[in-house]
């Protein structure tokens, strides 16, 4: 986008715009997806150079969310250190130049922002990762269970509350599953690590893979699939490629042939 664009979004983010145009700069963004995701981009990443709050409700939740996760990825905290760094030259810059000035162009820190994810082969508006996770994540094949015993009741009650969207309640009942089970469903796992994923935390999704991959159940390798996805999911592409490397080691492993294709698209 051109300087003058810019300039608008941090006259509209600062709150320095009149009624009138920040009306007129809302009606475009309502008609302008383009527009409107940039402004969410850059107010994300001033929120993260000035740890300031990001509660305006005009964002798509999604979408920042999507940014959060990136700024917190290993690849996101490095940019985010360089975009520290930039804004704190800049500051310098602008002391030696204008001592009384108390404001910085956004718009200067964003182009160069902008210019750093380049950089990094990186394009928040048309997140390639998201994709491939949309692509190869498929509900239909996540595991069903069907004995007739209490427990297995329990699970398919759980499962279903999954795929209802309802994760607290899912994760209530598989937690319950797992405290009263004597013989435990490994691929209950699944469930549980992929819940994590979708409430933002990684670590401990990973950590529910890592009980299946670490069972005796011949399905284990499931495990390593689940955890490339979570990983392309939260866009640390470099691990998601470690594993889609240790899953390929054995031809008999779950979903061999689509981490095969997965792995060279990443």
């Keep these: 986008m051109e300087e003058h664009?810019?300039?608008?979004?941090?006259?509209?983010?600062?709150?320095?715009?009149?009624?009138?145009?920040a009306q007129q700069f809302e009606s475009e963004m309502a008609t302008q997806p383009d527009l409107k995701e940039e402004v969410a981009l850059y107010t994300s990443i001033n929120h993260h150079l000035t740890e300031t709050e990001?509660?305006?409700?005009?964002?798509?939740?999604?979408?920042?969310?999507?940014?959060?996760?990136?700024?917190?990825?290993?690849?996101?905290?490095?940019?985010k250190k360089k975009l520290l760094k930039v804004k704190?030259?800049?500051?310098a810059?602008?002391?030696?130049?204008?001592?009384?000035?108390?404001?910085?162009?956004?718009?200067?820190?964003?182009?160069?922002?902008?210019?750093?994810?380049?950089?990094?082969?990186?394009?928040?508006?048309?997140?390639?990762?998201?994709?491939?996770?949309?692509?190869y994540y498929q509900s239909s094949e996540l595991p069903s269970f069907t004995s007739r015993s209490d427990e297995t009741s329990l699970l398919s009650k759980a499962s279903l509350a999954f795929k209802n969207n309802d994760l607290d309640t899912s994760l209530s009942?598989?937690?319950e599953y797992l405290s009263v089970s004597k013989e435990i469903d490994p691929l209950v796992y699944i469930y549980t690590g992929l819940i994590h994923a979708e409430k933002g935390n990684l670590e401990e999704a990973i950590a529910q893979f890592d009980l299946l991959e670490t069972s005796q159940s011949l399905d284990n390798s499931r495990a390593l699939w689940?955890?490339?996805?979570?990983?392309?999911?939260?866009?640390?592409?470099?691990?998601?490629?470690?594993?889609?490397?240790?899953?390929?080691?054995?031809?008999?492993?779950?979903?061999y042939t689509e981490a095969k294709e997965l792995l060279d698209k990443l």
């Design 54 to 79: 990001f509660e305006d409700t005009n964002y798509n939740t999604a979408y920042k969310k999507e940014i959060d996760t990136y700024i917190e990825s290993e690849e996101g905290k490095a940019l």
């Design 93 to 135: 810059t602008s002391q030696e130049e204008a001592p009384t000035s108390k404001t910085r162009p956004l718009y200067y820190i964003l182009s160069i922002a902008a210019a750093v994810i380049l950089v990094f082969g990186l394009l928040f508006t048309g997140n390639s990762n998201t994709d491939l996770y949309t692509d």
């Design 226 to 255: 689940y955890k490339a996805l979570t990983y392309i999911k939260f866009n640390e592409s470099t691990r998601a490629k470690e594993i889609l490397t240790t899953l390929l080691e054995n031809p008999s492993n779950y979903k």
């Design 88 to 91: 704190e030259a800049y500051k």
């Design 173 to 175: 009942d598989f937690k």
């Design 5 to 21: 664009v810019y300039k608008r979004i941090e006259a509209y983010i600062s709150g320095n715009m009149s009624a009138e145009d």
